[in-house]
């Protein structure tokens, strides 16, 4: 079975630091690109970053220049280290993979996701 799981969620204050992991099992991350997307309450799933193999990243403007990603594929994992953390980040995180950026980004309710890491931001 093919899966991917977060980890590394909880509550931090304003201005703190959380780095999210996302490990994969059952294929080679190795040959994947990797996504984060973020779902507050009573919001849409949005896509905030990209890493594809080889090193080319994306991010969305809300993120860019405090988030940035990572990956072990040793490990199988994918990280996503978050700095500067202000209330409005506080989502359910999710990753997801495929073959590149263009299809990560593409990703919707139809598709599979895993339980998501619950991040909170607040004094």
């Known amino acids: 079975q093919v899966h991917v799981v977060e980890s590394g969620g909880g509550l931090v204050q304003p201005g703190g630091s959380l780095t999210l992991s996302c490990v994969a099992s059952?294929?080679?991350?190795?040959?994947?690109?990797i996504g984060w997307f973020r779902q507050a309450p009573g919001k849409e799933r949005e896509g905030i970053s990209c890493?594809?193999?080889?090193?080319?990243?994306y991010y969305s403007d809300v993120v860019k220049g405090r988030f940035t990603m990572s990956r072990d594929n040793a490990k199988n994992t994918g990280y996503l280290q978050m700095n500067s953390l202000k209330p409005e980040d506080a989502a359910v995180y999710f990753c997801a993979d495929d073959s590149n950026c263009a299809k990560v980004s593409a990703k919707d309710s139809r598709d599979s996701w895993g339980p998501g890491t619950q991040v909170t931001v607040s004094a």
């Open positions: 890493l594809e193999d080889g090193s080319k990243s």
């Open positions: 059952g294929f080679n991350l190795r040959r994947s690109a």
